[in-house]
Nanobody, 116 residues
Framework: QVQLVESGGGLVQPGGSLRLSCVAS????????MGWYRQAPGNERELVAI???????NFAESVKGRFTISRDNAKNTVYLQMNSLKPEDTAVYYC??????????WGQGTQVTVSS
């Protein structure tokens, strides 16, 4: 059974940093695209960042230069380092793994709140 467990969310002041982690279990995810999405109240879920099996990265324009994404295939873990956080980054952040025909899976979400 595939399971994604996120951690690292919380309350942070504007300009602060957080690091999200997502541990995937249930199979080998080395060949999956791993990434992060977010959903703010009243908005649709949107892509934040993804990382391919070979390390290629793609970011939403709104987070470029502030967020970085990395993965540890040995640990089936993907990380999202978020710096210079803004109030508009407030959302529930969801981990995602996408294996194409192998399946696509979501975590339960972790709340990130940026407020003074």
């Amino acid at each position: 059974q595939v399971q994604l467990v996120e951690s690292g969310g919380g309350l942070v002041q504007p300009g602060g940093s957080l690091r999200l982690s997502c541990v995937a279990s249930g199979r080998d995810f080395r060949n999956y695209v791993m990434g992060w999405y977010r959903q703010a109240p009243g908005n649709e879920r949107e892509l934040v960042a993804i990382i391919t099996r070979s390390g290629g990265r793609n970011f939403a324009e709104s987070v470029k230069g502030r967020f970085t994404i990395s993965r540890d295939n040995a640990k089936n873990t993907v990380y999202l380092q978020m710096n210079s956080l803004k109030p508009e980054d407030t959302a529930v952040y969801y981990c995602n793994v996408d294996g194409g025909f192998r399946g696509k899976y979501w975590g339960q979400g972790t709340q990130v709140t940026v407020s003074s």
